[in-house]
């Protein structure tokens, strides 16, 4: 028997997303972490996601994170997948041991695919794990391309980026290729993926590497 | 003579941006904090602002916060005005310590208006006065017409909104009445504004209600 006396020293927010993978490792299940600004788009490319992997058999769910309101996790909710909202009343991100009681709300077992949305926030989630196999950024046009070396962090610590809303690229100046250089060069594993969550444009690319990270997970874990 | 026993007790943020605000009277200086997602247009507003009141031969200045880069402050240095970057070094707000320390680098004697740009996030920089005499808050059309809602103490303790990016309106749904509603709903006393940095649009108005604030700020204190 083993006495968990170090329990309290150790669970810090690190080691409870440690705990939480060991979870999701357990039920084969594979879990996206989204992060993004305000209005980059996140709820949206949740509602076209959750669509599209219906539609091929896999079982995806959403767990949102808000200051207030249930607004995003409603919006899910029309999908028909289990969905819970976790309203941190004003923090400003998730933290481990949110997600992890959360997840109570969930029949794990039944699922393939969790989506946990972050906060709007652009800056504070970026240093709380939560558990996720892969963290992905959605980062918008009108946010304007020198985002990247503004938000250096953010951008390193991820595993893709969505670059969403290209429908706008000929509304305003916005060079593609600039943020994509910069995120690369801070992170060279990284995905980077253009979409556009109105037209559909990059919406399969993103679904194939879902599918694709999540194999991998499964592969590695058998 | 007074002991400053209670200065280390005392010196919460608070007390230092209420500090910050007795030098600003002293000086007869106008401060403006400009709080907003990033890329919701607070950079773009300056240059446009500086640029009127320039015009009008008032004595603008910036301070800029961010998390890295001084990108924002070189763009507005093109002005040929006082500027000054704060770097965070990845915090996600500025606190009033850090503006006091950062005003070294102005003559406050010789300028009219000072804006303090926040760092881009719509969460953080809320609880934290810096001593400013009105806050503004910068919110874009492509952020959605659903962040009153979601983020309602960036609202409630703003000043001003600026909805910034109104020639995007054709472009998606947009319910501008929605969000206007709400935030008068949490704070009658504000003042809303509808603005396009791009066509210029509710630029005037702007600078109307700076003017007209500064002034009776400094008929307050004669």
Not at 108 to 115: N, P, S
Request: with cysteine; net charge negative.
């Amino acid at each position: 028997m083993q006495i968990p006396i170090y329990e309290n020293i150790l669970k810090s927010n690190d080691y409870l997303a440690e705990e939480n993978q060991h979870l999701f490792n357990r039920q084969r299940l594979f879990v996206v972490g989204i992060l993004g600004s305000p209005g980059a788009g996140k709820t949206t490319l949740l509602e076209k996601s959750v669509a599209a992997l219906k539609q091929m058999n896999l079982r995806p769910a959403v767990l949102v994170g808000d200051l207030a309101t249930s607004r995003d996790a409603e919006r899910i909710q029309q999908y028909d997948i289990p969905c819970a909202q976790l309203t941190t009343g004003g923090a400003c991100h998730l933290e481990a041991q949110q997600v992890n009681k959360a997840l109570k709300d969930f029949d794990l077992g039944q699922l393939d695919i969790l989506f946990i949305e972050n906060v709007g926030n652009l800056v504070c989630p970026t240093g709380f794990k939560l558990g996720e196999h892969i963290r992905a950024v959605v980062f918008s046009v009108p946010e304007g391309d020198e985002k990247v070396e503004k938000y250096p962090a953010t951008f390193k610590k991820a595993d893709c980026i969505i670059l969403n809303k290209i429908d706008y690229l000929n509304l305003q100046e916005f060079d593609v290729e600039k943020p994509k250089r910069e995120a690369l060069a801070l992170n060279p594993n990284l995905v980077w993926l253009n979409c556009s969550c109105s037209t559909g444009e990059g919406i399969d690319e993103w679904i194939n590497y879902l599918k694709t990270s999540r194999q991998n997970l499964l592969n590695a874990n058998s």
